[in-house]
């Protein structure tokens, strides 16, 4: 089993930032992808960012691209989100998820292990 714990959710007003960290611990694989994902409310979740195992190797939804960043500590399993410009349609609960494989984000198929979730809520 692999434990994901999130944090740096909050309230912040639009134009504001926020970076968000997650760490894996527990049976974590040699190498895996590592993303977020949110749901706000009243909508399904959505794909919002993924990294490899390199830094180059990053995938961003078309609608936080430019805003949001994502990187990763591979010493410790940490991954993080940059958010930057952040608007109220950016509110929702933010999921940190793991996937053995870094194409099963950028196909859009299942992950393997998910987070409880941040709750980050921008105010108009």
């Known amino acids: 089993q692999v434990q994901l714990v999130e944090s740096g959710g909050g309230l912040v007003q639009t134009g504001g930032s926020l970076r968000l960290s997650c760490t894996a611990s527990g049976r974590t694989p040699t190498n895996f992808a590592m993303g977020w994902s949110r749901q706000a409310p009243g909508r399904e979740r959505e794909f919002v960012a993924a990294i490899g195992m390199i830094a180059s190797m990053t995938h961003t939804a078309d609608s936080v691209k430019g805003r949001f960043t994502i990187s990763r500590d591979y010493s410790n399993n940490t991954v993080y989100l940059q958010m930057n410009d952040l608007k109220p349609e950016d509110t929702a609960v933010y999921y940190c998820?793991?996937?053995?494989?870094?194409?099963?984000?950028?196909?859009?198929?299942?992950?393997?292990?998910w987070g409880p979730g941040t709750q980050v809520t921008v105010s108009s």
């Open positions: 998820n793991t996937a053995r494989y870094y194409t099963s984000y950028v196909q859009g198929t299942s992950y393997d292990y």
